[in-house]
């Protein structure tokens, strides 16, 4: 089947180095996105995989390895308004489903 | 650019009744798709439309039905309103090209619709 799995919360401090890990199971993978979600708002796009390796973009860095099924978005030099939910989506061909998104990681930003 | 707009942001209903939501697409962008986002389930994928066409169905009763001008404006309509029909709608667009680009999704703020 189609599944995405991420932890639901995390919590880390203001200047710090944080990993969410998200790992998918797909048949019909097409790219991996990240997405993120302050409260109340709607989700905005971060990165995107679709080959092995790193994506770097200033402080975010999104991670891919398709045969392990695993990604992780990296977010260094955290600062306060980094508290939000991160979601993982997966980009599915089989089937009759498109993007595939995983419930979120609610991560909380201490001073 | 102006981002993705939805109308109405927010709409209270009664069971049994329907309701259309529009959504305006970024300029440019033809691909748009619709999300139904819930406390327990998340983000569920609806439909996308391309060019007019729905391209992808995800898995939702018939009621749920959508459509998409030739503007790349795109409507999505729920009839007979049930209680667990109560959500946050999102739609968004993508500059998806034919070469296979371009599928990163921009999210409309999103309709809330509440059904009593």
């Known amino acids: 089947g189609q599944n995405i799995d991420q932890p639901t919360e995390m919590t880390a401090t203001e200047g710090a180095i944080v990993q969410i890990n998200c790992t998918y199971q797909t048949s019909g993978f097409n790219g991996l996105f990240w997405y993120q979600q302050h409260a109340g708002e709607a989700p905005t796009f971060l990165s995107y995989n679709v080959l092995d390796g790193l994506e770097e973009k200033g402080r975010f860095s999104s991670f891919l390895s398709r045969s392990k099924g695993y990604s992780y978005l990296l977010l260094k030099e955290l600062q306060m308004k980094d508290s939000a939910s991160y979601l993982c989506?997966?980009?599915?061909?089989?089937?009759?489903?498109?993007?595939?998104f995983g419930t979120g990681t609610r991560l909380k930003v201490l001073a | 650019k102006a981002g993705v707009t939805q109308t109405p942001r927010y709409l209270i209903k009664t069971r049994g009744q329907q309701v259309t939501l529009s959504c305006s697409p970024i300029?440019?962008?033809?691909?748009v798709s619709w999300y139904q986002q819930t406390p327990g389930q998340g983000l569920q994928f609806l439909f996308e439309y391309f060019s007019e066409t729905q391209r992808n169905k995800g898995n939702f009763p018939g009621r749920f039905s959508g459509r998409q001008f030739s503007n790349s404006r795109s409507e999505m309509n729920v009839s007979t309103l049930e209680l667990g029909d109560s959500a946050l709608y999102l739609c968004?667009?993508?500059?998806?090209?034919?070469?296979?680009?371009?599928?990163?999704?921009?999210f409309g703020p999103g309709t809330r619709l509440t059904v009593t």
């Open positions: 300029s440019g962008h033809r691909s």
């Open positions: 989506a997966v980009r599915d061909n089989s089937g009759t489903y498109k993007y595939i």
């Open positions: 968004a667009s993508s500059p998806r090209g034919l070469a296979g680009t371009g599928y990163e999704q921009y």
